[in-house]
């Protein structure tokens, strides 16, 4: 079903599709309705769904309520209303969402202003969150580098090798090795395992954890260290083993997340998943000038495109995927 106009009122069942269009339309899944698919591409929509699917497409804007729904943003998108429970996926740029109890990822390069509670968040590197009010009860989990955060009262989790930018006081970061935190504000706690991990933070409490080492920069800072005995050393080691496992699945669900949804091609995305070279300047052989993908794009995908990193197809010939979305490059709340 395509809607336009204004004002429209819509009501669905399950099983059905959607091309949410226009502008102040109101789409409502009546009672015991589910695994509906709606693409939203106007503006100030209200839609009412649960246990469905929902694409907001790049500047559209829409009031979402209802439960456990999984929901997209491609960018300059507006999601506001109760939306509680399920997934949310962001690509791009300038990008803001009302949603509480959510699995949320940030894609490499995207831009989220969130407002919510006990939400559980994954950033993929050189992204931006802002999140509005207290973030107690949330929990951040950063990889890749250049990511930057402002959040109060939150918790942090940084894998190996991740670069976080933090703003905001109050909050609990957890380094699990060759890190580096900037804290622009006071106030922080930060709990140190693995080796090389940097900090430049101020008026915060730092604990080495075990046989953790940091080089710690600023001022009014309390470093302190576990108990050395072998039992406790021995402690730690588990600790930081087992977060170290937390995070590698946090890291495998959400991919696991962004190739379904990609695979997912009733969502229309506008812009390329992936980009191809083949030695002779650019290639893109699955859209055309529209950002659409083109017919047998699947096939051609399944025989040709792998992963440099992992060697496996990017997209399987049945399942899940494993592209990587678009990227955004300029600060979003600057």
Do not use: C
Not at 46 to 73: C, F, H, P
Not at 95 to 113: P, R
Not at 212 to 239: H, P
């Amino acid at each position: 079903m395509e809607v336009d106009g204004s004002r429209n009122r819509i009501t669905i069942g399950s099983n059905d599709y959607v091309d949410l269009g226009g502008t102040g339309n109101t789409l409502t899944e009546a009672a015991g309705g589910k695994d509906n698919q709606v693409v939203v591409t106007g503006q100030n929509e209200v839609v009412t769904l649960s246990n469905s699917d929902i694409a907001l497409q790049e500047n559209s804007s829409a009031t979402v309520n209802g439960r456990n729904n999984d929901i997209t943003q491609e960018g300059h998108s507006t999601l506001s209303g109760s939306a509680s429970g399920g997934t949310l996926m962001v690509w791009g740029e300038d990008n803001i969402a009302t949603i509480s109890n959510a699995s949320v990822s940030l894609t490499e390069g995207a831009e989220l202003q969130l407002t919510g509670r006990n939400d559980k968040i994954v950033m993929a590197g050189e992204g931006e969150l802002v999140i509005k009010g207290s973030a107690a009860g949330t929990t951040v989990n950063v990889f890749g580098e250049n990511n930057q955060v402002t959040m109060t009262g939150g918790s942090v989790m940084m894998a190996e090798g991740a670069e976080l930018d933090l703003a905001g006081r109050g909050n609990m970061i957890t380094m699990l090795g060759e890190g580096e935190l900037h804290a622009s504000d006071r106030g922080q706690r930060v709990q140190v395992y693995g080796d090389n991990n940097q900090a430049w933070v101020n008026g915060s409490t730092v604990t080495e954890h075990g046989t953790a080492d940091i080089d710690l920069y600023g001022t009014g800072n309390a470093l302190r260290a576990t108990s050395q005995r072998a039992d406790q050393v021995r402690y730690e080691a588990m600790s930081y083993h087992e977060y170290q496992q937390l995070m590698d699945s946090v890291w495998a669900q959400n991919e696991v997340r962004k190739d379904d949804t990609l695979s997912q091609h009733w969502r229309d995305f506008r812009q390329p998943a992936l980009s191809l070279d083949d030695g002779m300047g650019f290639v893109d052989p699955l859209w055309n000038s529209e950002g659409v993908q083109s017919q047998g794009a699947q096939a051609w995908l399944t025989g040709n495109a792998s992963s440099p990193l992992t060697s496996r197809p990017l997209i399987a010939a049945s399942g899940s995927s494993s592209t990587s979305g678009s990227s955004g490059s300029s600060s979003l709340f600057s």
